[in-house]
């Protein structure tokens, strides 16, 4: 079993786990900060980013409170680095004019940093405390390291100048993809109590009974965005919600983020290099307020993420749900875009093998799909390891993406992972589908 989200009970495999996930990701940090000079690693690309060396030394940190301090009891490797690495302490937009370690410093502090943490995982017992039991809280620090490497790949995705990033092309389709799906009432099982690495906000599982809806099999695609576009979406206020709408005049939004007309059509910035706009590919670099404002558009509404999990989830056959939409089985290149092997969403219909069982596709990787619903957590929630990974965030001001995206790790995306961000948010690789109810000829159909 190569699983990482399952890790083997046997201590030694399990150790052998940690340690390739560890590598593999740092492979992948070192790929996105080894990409750039030193100049362009401390520069800020955009207020809403930090600077890539930021991302990297705070990665260590993380590190090393979590593995090197907590779980290891070892000494701190620069406790005095403490604060300025603190996502709570400073706010993004201020982190370029902190007394940050220059990027040759924050290397040597991130290999160091490893190499006690490859030491103290030589005499761990994975039974000592819940915090490290089936590895846990090296799963959290592969997870958290993943998803600042997905934060700085979008930081890539705003940085001006001469392209660095090189990726081949996603598949192209090999099944026709359309329509909607019908998903028939009643229970099914949300969240996880079982996924060892599962975090504290996908906990526990517990039954949601929803009536009948319909969801698209495929997320929106530019071509369906772009007739929104040219249907004059932008310039009617009845398609948005009252914030959404004062927020597409403030922010003066006229189509997605890194679009450009390009003589009677439309070109997409992709790190650093303009394409024809594809129609098949889904949109991406969406807000919220879009996705629910071309939703309404169309005639349709944004899923619940009740919906979008049972959608991806449950098995009619079994009546059980899966921890992804084709199965129990770690997703492989034929199921999902993801973990930044390319470099933007797949065409619909490039992964017929990653459909769920009802027949709904991608939705898994490619995108992050916005969801209706604000951020909570699950019924029985208890925060685990602190706080800060998920609970202060709970309320009003997020709304639930699902899914992962084409810059997602799969070792941080599964059937029940929860993202979550502002509805104003579109730096994010975030796209969408949309949903509705089922009518009653077709709930009983
Ligand atoms: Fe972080």
Redesign the pocket.
């Known amino acids: 079993m190569t699983t990482t989200e399952r890790p083997a009970t046997g201590s030694e495999q399990l150790r052998s786990v940690i340690a390739t996930e560890l590598d593999r990701t740092r492979a992948r940090t070192a790929s996105l900060t080894d990409a750039v000079d030193d100049d362009d690693l401390v520069r800020q690309h955009s207020t809403l980013m930090s600077p890539l060396v930021w ?1 990297l030394a ?2 260590g940190n ?1 590190e090393e409170l979590w593995l090197v301090r907590d779980v290891g009891g070892r000494e701190p490797v620069r406790r005095d680095i403490d604060d300025l690495y603190d ?1 709570f302490k400073q706010p993004r937009r201020d982190r370029p004019s902190l007394p940050l370690l220059p990027p040759a410093e924050a290397r040597a502090y991130v290999r160091t940093v490893r190499e006690k943490v490859y030491d103290l995982l030589d005499g761990i017992r994975f039974d000592d405390r819940k915090l490290v039991e089936d590895g846990f809280a090296f799963g959290m620090i592969v997870q ?1 390291e993943q ?2 490497d997905e934060t700085m790949l979008a930081t890539h995705q705003l940085r001006a100048g001469a392209p660095v990033l090189d990726a081949p092309p996603p598949p192209e389709p090999r099944a026709r993809v359309g329509g909607e799906v019908l998903v028939p009432a009643g229970p099914f099982t949300m969240g996880t109590s079982t996924d060892p690495w599962a975090l504290d906000n996908e906990r526990p599982a517990h039954t949601v009974d929803l009536p009948a809806y319909v969801i698209d099999a495929a997320p929106v695609t530019n071509g369906q965005y772009r007739a929104f576009v040219a249907d004059g979406g932008y310039d009617e206020s009845r398609w948005w919600s009252e914030a959404g709408w004062r927020h597409r005049v403030e922010a003066e939004l006229s189509a997605p983020m890194h679009w450009r007309r390009d003589g009677d059509g439309w070109a997409y910035r992709r790190f650093g290099r303009w394409s024809p706009l594809r129609d098949d590919e889904p949109v991406v670099h969406v807000c919220w307020y879009e996705a629910e404002a071309y939703a309404a558009w169309a005639g349709k509404r944004l899923p619940s993420e009740a919906e979008w999990e049972k959608a991806a989830r449950w098995d009619p056959a079994t009546g059980r749900s899966r921890r992804y939409p084709w199965g129990d089985e770690d997703p492989t290149v034929e199921h999902a875009n993801l973990n930044q092997r390319h470099l933007w969403p797949a065409p619909v219909g490039a992964y017929p093998a990653g459909a769920s069982p009802l027949g709904v596709h991608q939705l898994i990787g490619d995108v992050w799909e916005w969801t209706s619903t604000t951020f909570r957590g699950h019924p029985g929630f208890v925060a685990f390891p602190y706080r800060e990974y998920s609970e202060v965030f709970f309320g009003d001001e997020y709304r639930v993406l699902r899914g992962g995206s084409f810059g997602t790790d799969r070792s941080a995306c599964r059937g029940t992972f929860r993202n979550w961000d502002y509805p104003i948010r579109r730096q994010i690789f975030s796209g969408f589908r949309c949903a509705r109810d089922a009518r009653p000829d077709e709930a009983h159909a």
């Open positions: 991302d705070h990665v993380q996502a958290h998803q600042h």
